[in-house]
């Protein structure tokens, strides 16, 4: 089963990276590395977005898809690419998870707090290089989700 979130505007798509954190105040949002999904200049000053969303909501966070062209041979995940910093609803513990890739996709998180997600800095590359796809939604902590499906 593939679930899938629709856009309406590109209001809510993050792509600009300054190195300094940038607050993301939309109730639904789209994460993504800068210019997406190619890679023609990299990110040079690296990436931090929050989304605070408040007391009695949920932040429910997917990583879409993040590859890492430095992780590819030796398939450990080791590098300082993409992190998702959050608190774990069921466990009510902060959990940091990092993400790169290929072969992982649409995992989803909820998190009972803030959500925090940095991209460090990465070379340019126009075949394969750095990319990653994040999407977020806020909603009341006893509501149910309903995504598209197929």
């Known amino acids: 089963m593939r679930c899938f979130h629709v856009l309406s505007s590109d209001a809510v798509v993050h792509g600009t990276c300054t190195g300094i954190t940038k607050r993301l105040p939309a109730r639904f949002g789209v994460i993504k590395s800068p210019g997406f999904p190619q890679n023609p200049d990299g990110n040079p000053n690296g990436c931090v977005w929050t989304v605070s969303l408040g007391l009695g909501k949920r932040i429910d966070v997917t990583v879409h898809l993040a590859y890492s062209r430095e992780e590819t041979e030796g398939n450990t995940c080791s590098a300082k ?16 998870e990092y993400f790169c890739q290929t072969h992982e996709v649409n995992i989803s998180r909820q998190s009972c707090g803030d959500v925090r997600v940095q991209s460090y800095s990465y070379f340019k590359g126009e075949d394969r290089g750095n990319r990653f796809l994040v999407s977020y939604e806020g909603i009341e902590a006893n509501h149910q989700t309903a995504y598209n499906c197929l």
């Open 81 to 96: 690419f993409l992190h998702v910093h959050y608190k774990d609803c069921r466990t009510m513990e902060s959990k940091t």
